[in-house]
């Protein structure tokens, strides 16, 4: 059974909205809360998607995806919370030296592949929190090439990642099933 929605051209109704839009207070609560928020996006523009569809590139020669965006949000949040802040010596993922964006071109319509990159992303929004979590505060500094980079600007980047590419992400659905919205 399927119920109408009482705004149309929204994703969802205010009350149907899995997001917090409650109001904020305090640098903890502000930049964590609207970086959950864009992850939660993220999920909302992949909903309900088959294979095929989160593959389906954008325009050429552009290799962009929704699938692509969830692999590389996965290597975003690998790469600043496990080998930047956490300084671990690890493989990237989605990468390779032969093709530094693998995560976009190595996209293809198959169900094993999506299960793996929402696998892969949700285990990285995972380790990603349980780091934040343990952090002494956001102050936490970590050198980053000649420079020194603190966790708060990580979030902040993070934040600004996410909100890039749910605009993509709102696109590349629109044009697969014409849904747009918040």
Known sequence: ??????????WADPEDDPRDQSSTTGERQTLLGYLEFYRLTLKMKCDGLNAEQLARRSVPPSTMS?????????????????????????????????DGDLDFNG?????????????DWEAQVAAAEAYVESAASFDVAVPLGEETVELRDVLVHMIEEYARHCGHADLLRECIDGRTGQ
């Open 1 to 10: 059974m399927t119920t109408e929605r009482k705004y149309p051209d929204m």
């Open 66 to 98: 929704l699938l692509g965006l969830i692999r590389h949000l996965a290597r975003v949040e690998h790469h600043w919370f496990v080998r930047v802040m956490q300084q671990q010596q690890v493989d990237r993922i989605y990468w390779s030296a032969d």
């Open 107 to 119: 996209v293809v319509a198959d169900d094993e592949v999506v299960s793996r990159a929402w696998a």
